[in-house]
Structure formats: C-alpha cells, structure tokens
DNA sequence: AAGACGGGGCA
DNA sequence: TGCCCAGTCTT
C-alpha cells in the first residue's frame, strides 16, 4: 500500500464521514473561542456526556469571558463540582484574566501565544486553533493516537512524549487544505464512536478498507500503552460532627490547603491512619478506636473537641494515583468545648453547615455523596 | 522520565 | 469488582 494514497483516502473519508455522521454537540453550535475552550478543558480526562450539563451551567453562569475573569474564584470551583482536576479550572479562570489583560480580550489565534496561557498544552492549544480558528494545527488527544496507531500500525508506546510528537507531525499531514477544525474533530469522533478502545466497530469505519491494523488482524492489541501504576492505599478516619445549641442540625466542614490534591476544596474533617500496606481489612476496622483518638487529637490542636458518638459508615474512594478507605464516625462536640466555642476560637477555615447551605461550598465528589447520604438519612428519621 | 492530579463507565 | 480512560504541570 502506497502511503500517500493510504493518507489521501484516510483524510477524505474521515472528512466526509464526520459531515454526515457528527453528533449535535453543546460546544459545536458555537465558533465563539471561548465557549469551544471552555469545551475542551473540561472534556480532558472527561467523557462527552459528563462535560454537557458542566457546560451548560458554565456558559450559563459565566457567559463572557469578562463575566469569567470577575467572578470568585469559588463560584468557578463550584461550577466545576464533581468534574475532578480541579487545578483545570483555576488555570482556565487565570488564562482567560491574562487574555483580558494581555490580548484585550481575544483568545489568540496563534500556536506561540496560545500555548504561554495556563492550562493550554499541546492538545488544547491545537484543538482551540483549529476548531475556533481553522488553523491548520494537530490536536492529538488519546482518542486520535489509538485511530492513528491502528490506522497506520503504529507500535510504539503511546504513552511516551516521542511517540506523541511522531502522532502530531502525522496528524498534521493529514489535515485537508481548509478542513482543519472539521478534520481534527472527525478524528476524535471517529475515536469515540467507532474506533473505540475495546472491541472497535469496524464494519461501521469509513476508513476500514485501507487500515492496516485491521489488515493484520491487530486492531484489539492497539495502541501499545505501558499500564499505569496502581494507586497507593490510604487508610482514613473522618468525622461528621454535629453541631448543638445554635448550630443545632448542622455539621462541621473545613476548606483544604491552597495547594495540592484537591485544593481549596470543602471536606469533612479527616485524618490519615498511619497504617503500613500490610494492613488487613480485619485490622484497620479493630483499630478505628485508635484511629478516632488520632483524629481528635489532631482536632484538639485546632481546639475542636470531639467525643465520638457512633460509626457511620465505610466510604472508599479512588484518585488516579490514591486509594482512600475511609471510616467515617459520627461525633458531638465536647460539652466543655461548647461555650468557647463560639466563633472566636474556631478556626475560619472551618464551617457550620446544613442541607440548605451545601450550595455554597464546592466539595469533591467523596465527600458530597457523603454529606447528601447524611442529611437524608437524618431528615427521614 | 516519572509523579501529581478526579472521576466515571464497562465487562 | 477489576480494568480502562489520559492532558497538563511539576519535579
């Protein structure tokens, strides 16, 4: 098979295919940068039909960019709730405060300013040009490096950044004259609803006929990808304390750390049970008496005192990198805590909330199903 | 090059 | 229940 021809049909096709056969999209009504950037760092990492109602809020709240870069920076942390990464929409908000401030509000259309802005990488800078601009740029995501891998039998690891750039020079290639953001876009379609990770659909594929991982019968073995480590395994201990007296109802959450996992998101106070990796389920759960002392020790420091009152329930959770498995305690507040507890010596960093107030703070999904479970069961007794 | 950084869908 | 999906930034 001559390479050139295996190019040209492929382009063509897939071009073609994409015309009759794209999905009536949010993000594709729309040529307006902004709304098809937004589009695309929330689809990072992210399937189709969880960005669509995250989108729609979004674009609802924060309809220009100028409505974006004023807002707070919680309302965009809470827009984003349950949506994960969130280190994706602080840098979204900050890119689009810099566009304002540096592009007079244009989104630039150029790969070398683009790419400066926050959160803007390969991919997302290739995706905005191309779709918003028709700038003949690749936007190489996971879904195009599995068609072009099959496609063009390609075996080397995906997972490697030589790998990456050999599938972004191809994909520029590829691009007819004209059709970049349709073209581009036809390629991730194609990796979503056809050319899909297992058991692809390829008697559907515009492009079978002159594939050639079809041809030799390894479309299932491709892409090549070297497996990812397991997540570590953390042992938690966390608390639902619950409020009397004028915070009668409520429980008590507290804000994390500017930095790192999960920053500046809600919780429910917590703490790491310093058990080893060998540590047998029979184990952990003999030792949640310990585990509540650790906690409230820690919370003492904060001069929280906490008396445990009875077990809620086990909540496991699992990051890309983390494992949690989290036993979480009901506890009351220490009487002789109660009257100093008024204010002046509570950390602001903690927070007295009830079901109606939830809206407010944007927690991580772990602790939201938590809490919602908590006040329901609470409001049917 | 490797790790940090969420959450959900599928067999 | 276990496996898979995978952009950007930091170290």
Request: aromatic residues 10%; proline residues 7%; glycine residues 4%.
């Amino acid at each position: 098979m001559d390479t050139s021809i295996q190019k040209h049909y492929f382009s063509t096709h897939l071009l073609t295919w994409y015309r009759r056969h794209r999905r009536d999209l949010p993000w594709r009504r729309s040529r307006n940068p902004y709304y098809i950037w937004i589009s695309e760092v929330m689809l990072q990492q992210t399937r189709v039909d969880t960005v669509i109602p995250y989108f729609h809020r979004f674009i609802e709240r924060f309809p220009t960019m100028e409505s974006l870069a004023d807002a707070p920076e919680e309302d965009v942390l809470k827009l984003w709730e349950g949506l994960g990464y969130y280190s994706r929409a602080r840098n979204l908000q900050g890119a689009i405060r810099e566009v304002q401030e540096r592009y007079a509000g244009k989104v630039p259309d150029t790969l070398e300013e683009i790419s400066t802005l926050k959160g803007v990488g390969p991919y997302t800078a290739g995706a905005v040009l191309s779709i918003a601009y028709n700038k003949p740029e690749p936007a190489v995501d996971g879904n195009v490096m599995r068609v072009l891998s099959r496609y063009f039998l390609i075996e080397e690891d995906i997972m490697k950044p030589k790998t990456r750039s050999i599938m972004e020079k191809l994909a520029k290639e590829l691009i007819p004259e004209g059709a970049a953001g349709d073209f581009n876009q036809a390629l991730m379609e194609l990796g979503a609803m056809v050319c899909t990770p297992r058991s692809p659909h390829c008697l559907t594929c515009p492009v079978m006929e002159h594939c050639s991982a079809r041809d030799a019968g390894m479309e299932e073995e491709l892409p090549v990808k070297k497996k990812a480590k397991p997540p570590r395994p953390e042992y938690r201990i966390a608390a639902i304390i619950e409020g009397s007296g004028d915070n009668a109802g409520k429980v008590l959450i507290r804000q994390r750390p500017q930095e790192g996992l999960l920053a500046r998101m809600w919780e429910l106070p917590h703490a790491e049970v310093p058990f080893t990796y060998e540590a047998q389920e029979q184990t952990v759960l003999q030792a949640i008496p310990a585990s509540i002392s650790l906690l409230t020790d820690q919370l003492a420091e904060e001069t929280i005192g906490v008396c445990p009152e009875r077990w809620f329930m086990k909540a496991e959770h699992t990051f890309s990198h983390i494992h949690w498995d989290m036993q979480v305690v009901v506890c009351s507040l220490e009487p002789s805590v109660l009257s100093t507890s008024s204010g002046m010596l509570m950390p602001s960093r903690y927070q007295w909330v009830d079901s109606s107030m939830m809206e407010q703070f944007a927690f991580p999904n772990v602790f939201l199903k938590l809490l919602n479970r908590y006040f329901q069961e609470k409001q049917m007794s």
